[in-house]
């Protein structure tokens, strides 16, 4: 699929009070709905107005990050569901995504999914989805793909379709309101991370540099206010990055700090954000140093330094800084040991993110950047 039809696959509606159309937008894609979400209470207005619309719905809570067996409990669960919305953070989307395309296939999801499976494309089309984010964070609600955990392999691996494309994203930045510290620095630390690397890797284009250009900058200047107390326009600024960051990464690519970030989510029981905020830093300067030409990342690390109001010397060493100081923790705080140096390095190496990487980072590399973040 090409950048400009990718564009036009899904229909956006971006901006405070659209999360009160999604009710009636269910109700005309199918009367049997099947919602997923984190909180049961941030969810009831919703099913309140799909149940409103003559809806039945039939609910599923999404308690931290979806991995196999779960999918295939609410898949399960599912059965006879005309449209599928998640309400909540990447996790209960992608649990969406991957719900939506298991209901009408025939094989089991083991069949479909990558590197520990057999990478089989789907037999029919997903149902229709629906995504309603309430971090600002992934931009899953704009991909193709849903990231699912697999415990007995200690990985986190994809099931993707160009046809798992949600067929209504809706961003409503009222909803990721008064979202909790912790997880606001950890999700925006994602959603910038998911800005940076499509404008620095290699298969950076127009689209892609036009979404990524002012977002970095802009999502640096939001996370920071929203750092220092509750602010409603930082929020619709962090809502805008996470949905230009899933945009520009599926028309363009990632980098080194997702590339680890998979293999280190099905190691350590650790939020996905808070791993890529962890790594950003370090993945950036080790570009740096080792690009052949790293005036993308010198620009990137410009910003950085204009954000925080310090030298571009400083950039790094400051936002590392600035990280931990508003509670980010590092990978030992996490649970990573030296033991899990090897597992993740090698894995990283090869990994689908690693190949757009600006740089290409030998499994020594990838180790030495663990250790030091």
């Not at 109700?27 to 099947?34: C, I, Q, R």
């Not at 939506?100 to 089991?108: D, G, I, L, Y």
Request: glycine share 10%; hydrophobic share 50%; charged share 15%.
């Amino acid at each position: 699929m090409s950048a400009f039809a990718f564009l036009t696959a899904t229909e956006i509606l971006f901006g405070r009070g659209t999360a009160a159309q999604a009710a009636a937008r269910a109700k005309a894609l199918g009367g049997a709905v099947f919602l997923l979400h984190g909180s049961p209470a941030r969810a009831d207005w919703l099913a309140d107005a799909l149940t409103g619309q003559g809806c039945k719905v039939t609910r599923f809570v999404v308690q931290g990050e979806p991995d196999i067996a779960m999918i295939e409990a609410a898949t399960e669960a599912a059965k006879g569901a005309q449209v599928v919305v998640s309400l909540g953070g990447g996790a209960v989307i992608d649990a969406g995504k991957a719900v939506a395309a298991m209901v009408p296939a025939t094989r089991p999801l083991m069949d479909h999914l990558e590197v520990i499976g057999k990478s089989l494309p789907l037999d029919h089309a997903p149902l229709p989805f629906i995504a309603i984010p309430t971090t600002a964070g992934t931009g899953a609600e704009v991909t193709r793909n849903a990231v699912i955990g697999a415990p007995g392999h200690q990985r986190k691996v994809s099931l993707r379709d160009k046809r798992m494309l949600p067929a209504l994203a809706i961003i409503d930045p009222a909803l990721t309101d008064h979202t909790p510290k912790n997880i606001t620095l950890a999700s925006g630390l994602d959603a910038i991370t998911q800005v940076i690397e499509p404008y620095i890797c290699t298969r950076a284009n127009r689209l892609t540099d036009a979404l990524c250009r002012d977002a970095i900058p802009q999502g640096l200047r939001a996370l920071r206010r929203l750092m220092q107390g509750e602010d409603a326009a930082a929020r619709d600024d962090m809502a805008w990055v996470s949905l230009c960051g899933g945009l520009a990464l599926a028309n363009a690519g990632l980098g080194v700090i997702h590339g680890l970030a998979g293999p280190l989510g099905g190691l350590i029981a650790a939020p996905h954000g808070a791993i890529c905020g962890t790594l950003l830093p370090q993945g950036l300067a080790m570009n740096a140093e080792r690009a052949a030409d790293p005036s993308r990342i010198r620009q990137v690390i410009g910003w950085i330094a204009e954000a925080f109001d310090v030298k571009p010397e400083k950039a790094i060493c400051t936002l590392t800084q600035w990280s931990r100081q508003n509670g980010l923790p590092s990978l030992a705080q996490m649970g990573f040991t030296p033991q899990h140096l090897h597992q993740a390095a090698e894995a990283a190496a090869t990994s689908s993110s690693m190949q757009a990487n600006p740089v290409r980072l030998s499994a020594t590399d990838l180790a030495i950047l663990m250790a030091t973040a």
